[in-house]
């Protein structure tokens, strides 16, 4: 199993550009999240999924679209970078109905806007 | 709103020394407790804490909830260099943690 894997690992933007960083899990769990990390503030979740077709906001959602078309792929899009996207993005997954609730996370993409 | 507090925000040790660290939450619906190790990169599962589970050890590691005062901690027992890393601790389920800002731990030799 290659568990969750994210693309690209980094990645520079201009103000304005979009783009859309890539998650894929191959474990078969119906919960996806993705989260940002800035200095200082720990996760944040940014949107998460609970199945394929089902998404719903987090607590920092504004900026950013997700869709979850099958249980694997869960990707996000910036629509219109910012500075203040400036981030670690970690996409986890985590299986319903285990006896944890443990979530597997990604490498991470390390994004930069200018 | 959710909210997870950790203390102290960072801290250097000497190996062999024991550390505590400490996590406060303040949830509207609580599910878990979870202590995650974040080293260079994705944060990695260590513990996890409930209502009907309230103490959790391995090896070095140990953890324990307290239900009523609303706080958790991590204690790390002979520390080593391969203990430096962020602690994450966060409150949630499936779907929505939230976390707290990390302690960052320094471990010299």
């Known amino acids: 199993n290659a568990g969750v894997t994210q693309t690209p690992k980094f990645q520079v933007l201009k103000t304005g550009q979009s783009m859309t960083l890539q998650c894929a899990q191959d474990m078969n769990h119906e919960y996806m999240s993705w989260y940002r990390q800035d200095p200082g503030m720990g996760l944040r979740l940014i949107h998460y999924?609970?199945?394929?077709?089902?998404?719903d906001q987090g607590e920092v959602p504004n900026g950013y679209n997700v869709s979850r078309s099958t249980t694997e792929d869960f990707p996000l899009r910036l629509l219109s970078a910012a500075p203040s996207q400036t981030s670690v993005y970690f996409c986890a997954s985590s299986f319903a109905g285990g006896r944890t609730y443990e979530q597997y996370f990604g490498p991470g993409t390390r994004l930069t806007v200018t | 709103e959710d909210k997870v507090v950790q203390s102290p925000l960072s801290l250097v040790v000497h190996e062999g020394d024991t550390v505590t660290l400490n996590c406060s939450y303040e949830?509207?619906?609580?599910?878990?407790l979870l202590w995650y190790k974040q080293e260079k990169k994705a944060p990695t599962f260590l513990f996890m804490l409930?209502?009907?589970?309230i103490e959790k050890k391995s090896g070095r590691l140990s953890s324990i909830l307290d239900k009523k005062e609303l706080f958790s901690i991590l204690n790390i027992t002979a520390t080593q260099t391969g203990d430096s890393a962020v602690y994450l601790c966060?409150?949630?389920?499936?779907?929505?943690?939230?976390f707290g800002t990390g302690t960052k731990l320094q471990v010299i030799p």
């Open positions: 409930t209502s009907s589970g």
């Open positions: 999924s609970v199945g394929a077709g089902i998404t």
């Open positions: 949830v509207t619906n609580f599910r878990s």
């Open positions: 966060g409150s949630g389920g499936y779907q929505k943690v939230t």
